[in-house]
């Protein structure tokens, strides 16, 4: 198997085929798209077809909205998904799956993670802002894909 390293910090969207997402990940009003966070891409040596490690990311559902969309912010709130053991939830999934680069910004809440820097901003959260403002083509995107 040849394997290539991401940084960790690779967000992307992802397109999830019907009734192939895991019951434990929460897909509302992202129209059959997830945020994951890229952790390996590889090609097994009797295959053509290179596959991704990823781990996925739930919505946090806003109060009061059904698009779940915070209301002074217009974004999704995200939360790294994760079994009952506090584990990541990842799977292996189709590269071809992946289908554009997403940008998370870390909610710090009330105060920051004390231990908080830029190298370690995606492991001392765990809740993040979906930022659609971040280029036009990804609000574009986000606007046609998870708002229609």
Not at 1 to 13: L, R
Not at 42 to 54: D, I
């Given at each position: 198997?040849?394997?290539?390293?991401?940084?960790?910090?690779?967000?992307?969207?992802m397109v999830c085929p019907?009734?192939?997402v895991a019951p434990t990940i929460r897909l509302i009003d992202l129209s059959g798209h997830s945020i994951i966070q890229l952790q390996m891409i590889?090609?097994?040596?009797?295959?053509?077809?290179?596959?991704?490690?990823?781990q996925h990311f739930n919505i946090v559902p806003q109060q009061g909205t059904v698009s779940n969309v915070h209301p002074r912010?217009?974004?999704?709130?995200?939360r790294c998904a994760v079994r009952a053991d506090r584990s990541r939830i990842g799977e292996v999934v189709p590269i071809t799956?992946?289908?554009s680069p997403a940008h998370l910004i870390p909610n710090f809440g009330k105060e920051a993670h004390p231990h908080l820097m830029r190298e370690n901003s995606y492991k001392a959260s765990s809740e993040f802002w979906l930022n659609k403002y971040w280029?036009?083509?990804?609000?574009?995107?986000?606007?046609?894909?998870?708002?229609?």
């Open positions: 198997m040849q394997g290539h390293g991401v940084t960790g910090h690779d967000v992307v969207s019907l009734g192939v590889f090609r097994p040596l009797s295959s053509e077809h290179f596959l991704a490690y990823v912010t217009g974004m999704h709130m995200l799956q992946v289908q280029s036009k083509q990804f609000y574009f995107m986000l606007s046609y894909y998870f708002y229609m």
